[in-house]
């Protein structure tokens, strides 16, 4: 089953801004406990639409430049970039259900 890659400032470029799919970036931080509810989340859709969206996340801790580049001022926040610019972002927990949603509207 597929998991969400690691990324962070170094390599946040080749692997969200260039890519071929759809990328969603998950921005969290270990201590965070809304962010580790909704990893087993991302965790299950990285599996449900594999080869169709990437699924990384980003430590906002080890990663300060990608996360002021994008405004992140609260996590859990997702970014689902497509063609190398975000298109949705959904900011703390929300319900598979709801993610889904979210990520089928940016898909189209």
């Not at 406990?33 to 639409?49: F, K």
């Not at 430049?65 to 001022?73: D, M, N, P, Q, S």
């Not at 709801?98 to 990520?103: A, N, S, T, Y």
């Amino acid at each position: 089953m597929a998991q969400p890659v690691e990324v962070g400032d170094k390599d946040f470029e080749q692997r969200v801004l260039q890519s071929a799919l759809p990328v969603l970036v998950d921005f969290w931080a270990p201590w965070c406990g809304p962010c580790r509810m909704v990893a087993p989340i991302v965790a299950e859709l990285a599996g449900e639409y594999e080869g169709r969206v990437d699924f990384t996340k980003l430590n906002v801790d080890d990663n300060p430049r990608v996360a002021a580049t994008y405004g992140i001022r609260s996590i859990p926040t997702l970014l689902i970039f497509k063609g190398g610019k975000p298109v949705r972002q959904v900011v703390g927990f929300q319900p598979k259900a709801q993610l889904k949603k979210h990520l089928e509207e940016a898909l189209v």
